[in-house]
């Protein structure tokens, strides 16, 4: 359900290898303490199926790292000189600031990725995004690398900041040693995060 965004019993069922009437009882829990609601989606042909979601509470059970968030920025606030400031906006300081820890974030794991071409380190860029909690998976397209990201550490600061976002990208761009782009941000109301490496950048 974290990575499809909306999913229907059957489509729960095959992927979890339950019975339908085994996977209703456990949504009926779900929906009981507010983690999952449901809507309906009316079809062509046949009766109306309905599909399942997780709430704003569903998405706050996941792995959050709000402490380790304002730890990270704390720090790379606390980096900043008279010269990263002078003649910036309070805005343009935070983005200086959300840079920086992406860029924390990036020497925790710079030995982990290490792949001599591109291709090699998106997959171990997305080994070190499953340990930072994002629960990431990555494809190529005929023009980029594309890597998504089904959950956000900092879903509920990035979405009234998403500033915020910007750790990330630049964590991915740091390791990766390429231009990244976000596409797609689960802060802006989307399933899920998307980034963009160009595969012109394959080395």
Known sequence: MQRRHQVTVDELATALGLAAATVRRHLDILQRDQLVS???ERRQTGRPHYVFFLTDNGHERLPRQYDRLASLLLHAVGTLNAQDTTGRTGPDVLELAMSRVGALLANDYRGQVKGDSLGDRVKQVVE????????????TDEDAYRIYCYNCPFLRVAT???VVCLAHQ?????LLAAPVRREESMAQGNARCTYVVPLGDRT
């Open 38 to 40: 449901w809507t309906e």
């Open 160 to 162: 009234s900041h998403q």
């Open 128 to 139: 070190v995004l499953g340990k930072e909690s994002l629960a990431a998976e990555s494809v």
């Open 170 to 174: 630049e964590m991915l761009s740091t």
